[in-house]
């Protein structure tokens, strides 16, 4: 797959797919006769794995710790999964405090509908008594 074919799949711009790479996010992707970027399966996987840990809130820099300690082998289990237990209460964290913000904004708009509820019944029965 071109890098315009991944880019589009993934939503994400072939800058960022660029950088991914030279950062070593994503193994180097392999190139065709005319030195342009051919991504395989095995590297859409990747790039799964980093949009989802992105989209998870997961820093770049974690990210790239992570692979690097991938790349080193099974003698790295516990490291990575000390990494990805760290994400995920920062993610409960995260999640906590966006239903706090959508408990808030409910009850906001609870509030509104109270008063809009109460005013339109008034506009209604003006309109209904005066006479044009």
């Known amino acids: 797959m071109t890098i315009a074919e991944v880019s589009k799949r993934f939503g994400l711009s072939p800058d960022t797919l660029r950088y991914y790479e030279r950062i070593g996010l994503i193994p180097r992707v392999s190139r065709n006769e ?3 970027r051919n991504y395989t399966e095995e590297d859409c996987k990747w ?5 989802c840990m992105r989209s998870a809130g997961v820093q770049v820099e974690t990210l790239v710790e992570y692979v690097t300690l991938l790349q080193q082998g099974d003698k790295t289990i516990e490291a990575r999964k000390q990494i990805l237990i760290e994400q995920r209460e920062k993610l409960f964290s995260r999640i906590e405090e966006m239903e706090r913000a959508l408990e808030r904004l409910n009850f906001k708009i609870k509030e509104y509908e109270t008063k809009l509820i109460p005013a339109e019944n008034k506009l209604k029965r003006l309109a209904t008594t005066s006479t044009l």
């Open 47 to 51: 790039i799964e794995f980093i949009k």
């Open 34 to 36: 005319s030195g342009i």
